[in-house]
């Protein structure tokens, strides 16, 4: 599976992005998938995932109520819907597809990993 992250860009404060992470080669309708980010000098960070089917969604905590994550197989893809963004939501965002149908807040969970996409929120 490759996949590749689209939608960062520059946003103020308080503002909204909706992040897309589509696969190609093949679908990952039947894969967990996770969006994680980094920002400079830091570890990457668990964001959000979402299991096969859409059922199960885990969130990080400190993007909870603020960040949505969902999934269209039909498109092959997975969205990560930000609002109320913060000057720490800064980073560039990962997303990445498992294997197994389920998701997981860690990093060793997934086997496939996008480019990266920035996302940077000014104060």
């Known amino acids: 599976v490759q996949l590749q992250a689209y939608g960062g860009g520059l946003v103020q404060a308080g503002g909204s992005l909706r992040l897309s992470c589509v696969a190609s080669?093949?679908?990952?309708?039947?894969?967990?998938v996770g969006w994680f980010r980094q920002a400079p000098g830091k570890e990457r960070e668990f964001v959000a995932a979402?299991?096969?089917?859409?059922?199960?969604?885990i969130y990080g905590d400190s993007v909870k109520g603020r960040f949505t994550i969902s999934r269209d197989n039909a498109k092959n893809t997975v969205y990560l819907r930000m609002n109320s963004l913060k000057p720490e939501d800064t980073a560039v965002y990962y997303c990445?597809?498992?294997?197994?149908?389920?998701?997981?807040?860690?990093?060793?969970?997934?086997?496939?990993w996008g480019q990266g996409t920035l996302v940077t929120v000014s104060s």
């Open positions: 990445a597809a498992a294997r197994s149908s389920y998701s997981s807040t860690l990093n060793s969970h997934y086997n496939y």
């Open positions: 080669r093949r679908t990952f309708s039947n894969n967990g």
């Open positions: 979402i299991s096969w089917n859409g059922g199960s969604t």
